[in-house]
């Protein structure tokens, strides 16, 4: 059975940092791009990062470039997402998903990422 957990999330205030990770259980990461999302209540889901398969090549949204970065470590078969300089903007549910489209095979359950003073 092929399983993407999330975790790392939480309540952390402006300014501060988290770092997510979508482990994975019964697909390997490196063989898929992947993708991380988020969607805050009331809004549209948004594509937050991808990383590549082929050549670890990295995407990010306009919102979050130059604050979060994505990377793996196939040993541990997991992605992470490093999200510093948090803003309260940057709440929201964060999935990770097999693909650099929603539309992915396998997805999570995500976790819950809250910025607030």
């Known amino acids: 059975q092929v399983q993407l957990v999330e975790s790392g999330g939480g309540l952390v205030q402006p300014g501060g940092s988290l770092r997510l990770s979508c482990a994975a259980s019964?697909?390997?990461?490196?063989?898929?791009?992947i993708g991380w999302f988020r969607q805050a209540p009331g809004k549209e889901r948004e594509g937050v990062s991808c990383i590549k398969r082929s050549d670890d090549k990295s995407y990010y949204a306009g919102s979050v470039r130059g604050r979060f970065t994505i990377s793996r470590d196939s040993a541990k078969n997991t992605v992470y997402l490093q999200m510093n300089r948090l803003k309260p903007a940057d709440t929201a549910v964060y999935y990770c998903?097999?693909?650099?489209?929603?539309?992915?095979?396998?997805r999570g359950q995500g976790t819950q990422v809250t910025v607030s003073s």
């Open positions: 998903a097999s693909d650099c489209s929603f539309d992915a095979r396998y």
């Open positions: 019964g697909i390997i990461l490196d063989y898929y791009d």
